[in-house]
């Protein structure tokens, strides 16, 4: 029996000069299933808004909601407790905004911070609000792989059979902040969803640093996707297949110069190309 075709998703993150609202219609004309949206502040749902309905106009699904992440190492580390509150407030908005606008699914980062490597029992603690919070809500939280892989550790441990609570693997991340370990076989029992991308690995071993988290297009860096479609294939899943890219990079030595001459038709396009060739080694699987 042949197995079901994945659905293929993509992030309002182009960087390209075209309103977020805009972007769908070129996701929807390149092919997509599903698209996401980024670190949406409280105070603009309004831009949620507009963005379900484009997406619902089109016919495609809004599948998930990054929440910011901004605050994350506040949670775990302010004693006070002042700015967890704010980044907690945050968190919980997020999941008002997926509930409002049907979107099953929030993104959070689980810290941040390259020299953060403590979790403990505060934070654990802490987090249990926005769990009840989401649970209530009835929205799942993936919680993505970024630098401080021991925090998702710590979460899972406490939260792992929150039927809510799940892993968001992000491929670059991997390759550059968690050193090319292999996360999928470390969370990959709880996964809900992927942002995957490329890029060239860490530029100095010895330091982490966000400029290395280029957001390439698969293919283009130093990723090994006959592997991820593997890695992925053995946790059986079967979700949308979620891409997270920019066309831009960070600048300098870290430009995604490969992509500049592009118009945003081109690039979309083509990174629905990308994605096909991916899905077509995953279903191959």
């Known amino acids: 029996m042949d197995k079901p075709l994945l659905c293929l998703g993509t992030g309002l993150s182009l960087e390209k000069e075209v309103p977020c609202v805009d972007q769908i219609n070129l996701i929807k004309n390149a092919g997509y299933d599903a698209f996401f949206t980024d670190k949406i502040k409280h105070s603009d749902y ?13 016919g495609l699904k809004y599948q998930s909601i990054h929440a910011p992440f901004y605050g994350m190492d506040d949670i775990w580390h302010d004693d006070s407790g002042e700015l967890s509150d704010i980044m907690i407030t945050d968190l919980l908005n997020s999941i008002d905004d997926c509930a409002r606008f049907d979107v099953p699914l929030v993104i959070m980062h689980a810290i941040i911070g390259m020299d953060n490597v403590t979790p403990n029992k505060q934070g654990v603690d802490r987090l249990e609000k926005v769990i009840d919070y989401a649970v209530k809500r009835n929205i799942k939280i993936g919680f993505e792989n970024t630098e401080g892989e021991m925090y998702l550790d710590a979460i899972f441990e406490r939260y792992g059979d929150v039927e809510n609570v799940g892993f968001t693997f992000d491929s670059g991340h991997e390759m550059c902040y968690n050193r090319s370990e292999d996360m999928l076989a470390r969370f990959g029992k709880y996964i809900f969803s992927t942002h995957l991308n490329d890029n060239y690995g860490m530029t100095d071993p010895n330091e982490l640093t966000f400029l290395d988290d280029r957001h390439l297009m698969p293919f283009d860096g130093k990723g090994n996707w006959d592997s991820i479609a593997e890695r992925l294939h053995k946790c059986n899943y079967t979700d949308i297949l979620t891409f997270e890219l920019n066309a831009k990079g960070h600048g300098g030595d870290r430009a995604n110069t490969q992509y500049l001459n592009m118009t945003p038709e081109e690039y979309i396009n083509e990174t629905y190309v990308r994605a096909v060739k991916f899905r077509d080694i995953f279903m191959n699987q």
């Open 46 to 58: 309004k831009d949620a808004e507009k963005y379900a309905e484009r997406g619902a106009k089109l």
